[in-house]
């Protein structure tokens, strides 16, 4: 439904605004179906280190995330 698409539509923007230009890139490419050894190859990495570098990005923003909702709650 629309309400769902919305709120899918804000965490993203949410997400993306917490990433930096090398997060934004690799979220940008993967979009656009580019594989992991494309990625890392272009960026100086190998694969395993672009996904590992991107995943580990994604944990501290979704920990950043949860711990400012807690403290809203308090």
């Known amino acids: 439904d629309w309400v769902?698409?919305?709120?899918?539509?804000?965490?993203?923007?949410e997400?993306?605004?917490q990433m930096d230009d090398w997060m934004r890139e690799?979220?940008?490419r993967r979009s656009f179906d580019h594989s992991w050894k494309q990625i890392g190859r272009d960026l100086g990495l190998d694969e395993t280190a672009a996904k590992k570098k991107f995943?580990?990005?994604?944990?501290?923003i979704r920990e950043r995330l949860l711990n400012n909702v807690r403290t809203r709650r308090d």
């Open 55 to 60: 995943l580990r990005g994604l944990k501290k």
């Open 26 to 28: 690799v979220a940008f």
């Open 4 to 13: 769902e698409s919305l709120e899918n539509s804000l965490e993203l923007k």
């Open 15 to 17: 997400i993306v605004s």
